[in-house]
Nanobody, 129 residues
Framework: VQLQASGGGLVQAGGSLRLSCVASAGTFSGSRVAWFRQAPGKERDFVAVINWSSRHTMYADSVKGRFTISRDNARDNAKNTVYLQMNSLRPDDTAVYYC???????????????????WGQGTQVTVSS
């Protein structure tokens, strides 16, 4: 599976952005799809994850109530897109955002980078104060 992340940009604090993660050369069927982020000089941190089939979602505490992860509704999985709607953005949300996926992620391990086999290239989100 190849992943393409997009939608990043520069936004003022309090603003919104929507990131997209598109799968090619494969589908998200049977997978969990996650977003991670990495700020300069910091570790890559878990943001959110969605189970493609059940649509069950989980979030990091730092983004709960502000970010929403979702998937497209195409019945035939043709679009294979996962979204991250980010509202009420803060300067500390500034980071490179990465999407990742795997069919073997277990629920207890969704926040671990090592659980994901496929990664997108990242998209920069910058929130100005």
């Amino acid at each position: 599976v190849q992943l393409q992340a997009s939608g990043g940009g520069l936004v003022q604090a309090g603003g919104s952005l929507r990131l997209s993660c598109v799968a090619s050369a494969g589908t998200f069927s049977g997978s969990r799809v996650a977003w991670f982020r990495q700020a300069p000089g910091k570790e890559r941190d878990f943001v959110a994850v969605i189970n493609w089939s059940s649509r069950h979602t989980m979030y990091a505490d730092s983004v709960k109530g502000r970010f929403t992860i979702s998937r497209d509704n195409a019945r035939d999985n043709a679009k294979n897109t996962v979204y991250l709607q980010m509202n009420s953005l803060r300067p500390d949300d500034t980071a490179v955002y990465y999407c990742a996926t795997s069919r073997t992620v277990i629920l207890s391990n969704v926040a671990s980078q090592t659980a994901y086999a496929y990664w997108g290239q990242g998209t920069q989100v910058t929130v100005s104060s």
